[in-house]
């Protein structure tokens, strides 16, 4: 039997890479899947993998630094679906154009212009905030819900990549946070910090600092960590963050 049969998940940034891998594994153990990223086509390409493969999804096209959108998301699965059970906090990245013209990836502080870093937060932590405020109110109501959001090593870490580092490890601050404030209404709330993992964003972003060769994990291996958090993982493991690189 599947683990996530009948149950109706979000995942966002669920247009290619680690998003993409987490709404393929969630749709395989039953779930409907609503695949949410700005790009349509690569939103549509994810929908038809899943039905390929004989599962449920929905696209929605919203940019979720917008709390508008962020809101239209939520009342879209509602008015459809009459329950969120699952989000996946996955949408984030490091725009391209925040390290153009800078030979390494160590931004030192003081070089950041305010625009820069303001960017960055808002990608990777304004998201994640923007979703969980507005998704929750909707768990609680049902007084149940599982949320996973996706945060890094560099979150977790002594790291050098500045408010990327900073945003991520927020996330980690905020996932422990919110289990704390949701317990009571049968939400569990946890975290993935992956290492560097195998993705198009990922690989531009190697290249264009001179990094085509390091070693990286992959997406899939993500994904699996997802879904247990999702389906395996007992209501007692709530706050956590399961760290998905080598420490040794």
């Known amino acids: 039997m599947n683990k996530l049969s009948g149950k109706i998940a979000i995942v966002t940034g669920a247009g290619k890479g680690i998003g993409r891998e987490a709404a393929l594994a969630i749709a395989a153990e039953g779930a409907t899947v609503v695949a949410v990223a700005r790009t349509q086509a690569d939103l549509d390409e994810t929908v038809k993998m899943i039905e390929d493969n004989g599962g449920s999804a929905i696209s929605l096209s919203r940019d979720l630094t917008d ?31 925040i390290y153009n013209n800078i030979e390494h990836q160590a931004i030192k502080i003081w070089e950041w212009s305010e625009e820069q870093w303001d960017q960055i937060i808002k990608t990777n932590l304004r998201i994640p905030f923007l979703c969980i ?44 946070t919110t289990a704390i404030q949701t317990k009571e209404h049968g ?57 998905l690189f080598t420490t040794v």
């Not at 993935?192 to 997406?219: C, E, F, K, L």
């Open 133 to 176: 405020n507005k998704v929750v109110p909707e768990m609680i109501k049902q007084h149940s819900g599982k949320i996973v959001s996706v945060s890094s090593r560099m979150g977790r870490i002594a790291s050098q990549m500045g408010a990327y580092a900073v945003a991520k490890a927020g996330i980690v601050t905020m996932t422990k």
């Open 67 to 97: 709390g508008e959108q962020v809101q239209s998301m939520v009342d879209t699965v509602i008015e459809k679906y009459g329950k969120i059970d699952i989000l996946v906090n996955n949408a984030g990245g490091y725009p391209k154009e």
């Open 187 to 243: 939400i569990q709330c946890n975290a993935v910090a992956p290492g560097i993992v195998d993705t198009p964003g990922q690989r531009v972003y190697n290249h264009s600092v001179g990094q085509d060769g390091v070693a990286m994990g992959n997406a899939e291996d993500v994904a699996k960590a997802i879904v247990y958090l999702l389906a395996d993982a007992p209501f007692v493991m709530t706050g956590q963050v399961i760290d």
